[in-house]
């Protein structure tokens, strides 16, 4: 089946510093990768979704400038928190649509906890 | 708007059934997913409907009837590790999944 990894599994970092987190599809190639943030008891949150070759498509209310994303090729998009502060704490998630196959298709990464102190 | 409406919470037996339903508004619709969410981990599929009727899939079946934005998640013969929460996800008209706050259920021995 399809595999969706994420790196790192967990992060904490100090307040200031800026973090990255790998998405990667392991087996198959992504076009479209879209990124997730999750509070606890809250439901999933859309951030960005972004295409290989392209700037990411935000979401309103979501900082690009904070929230850098890079989809360089088919298999890897990277979340870049920049100066993180603690109210980024979260659990972010990515999930990566194949580039063959039906537009209704994700398959979602493991998450990544992130926690700023 | 869109909107997703599931009950926030609820508690069955083990060994028992359990549906958990869910009704929805959405700009488009293509399909309706359902996902299981343990703490701490990302969603997990369980199904998917585009059509009107039920999907049964093992211990799991789910029900859409789109004329009435519905769906329902039928999970049979309940085991303790089917505590989590179950998320109904519609995908509207830009395949985008739309996300409500899920329904967590509790399993008692």
């Known amino acids: 089946g399809a595999v969706v990894s994420q790196h790192p599994s967990w992060v904490i970092c100090k307040s200031g510093t800026s973090v990255k987190i790998e998405c990667r599809s392991l087996d198959f190639q992504a076009t479209t990768m879209f990124w997730y943030r999750q509070f606890p008891k809250q439901s999933l949150m859309l951030m960005a979704t972004?295409?290989?070759?392209?700037?990411?498509?935000?979401e309103q209310g979501v900082e690009k400038d904070k929230f850098l994303i890079n989809h360089a090729s088919l298999t890897l998009s990277t979340l870049t928190v920049t100066s993180a502060h603690p109210e980024d704490s979260s659990f972010y998630i990515c999930?990566?649509?194949?580039?063959?196959?039906?537009?209704?298709?994700?398959?979602f990464g493991p998450g990544t906890r992130l926690l700023v102190l | 708007g869109q909107n997703i409406d599931q009950p926030t919470e609820m508690t069955a037996t083990e060994g028992a059934i359990v549906q958990i339903n869910c009704t929805y508004q959405?700009?488009?619709?293509?399909?309706l997913f359902w996902y299981q969410q343990h703490a701490g981990e990302a969603p997990t599929f369980l199904s998917y409907n585009v059509l009107d009727g039920l999907e049964e899939k093992g211990r799991f079946s789910s029900f859409l009837s789109r004329s009435k934005g519905y769906s329902y998640l039928l999970l049979k013969e309940l085991q303790m590790k089917d505590s989590a929460s179950y998320l109904c996800?519609?995908?509207?008209?830009?395949?985008?999944?739309?996300w409500g706050a899920g329904t967590k259920l509790i399993i008692k021995p």
């Open positions: 999930s990566a649509r194949p580039a063959s196959g039906e537009q209704e298709t994700q398959y």
């Open positions: 972004s295409n290989e070759g392209s700037k990411a498509t935000y």
């Open positions: 996800a519609p995908m509207d008209s830009n395949y985008q999944l739309i």
């Open positions: 959405t700009s488009g619709f293509n399909g």
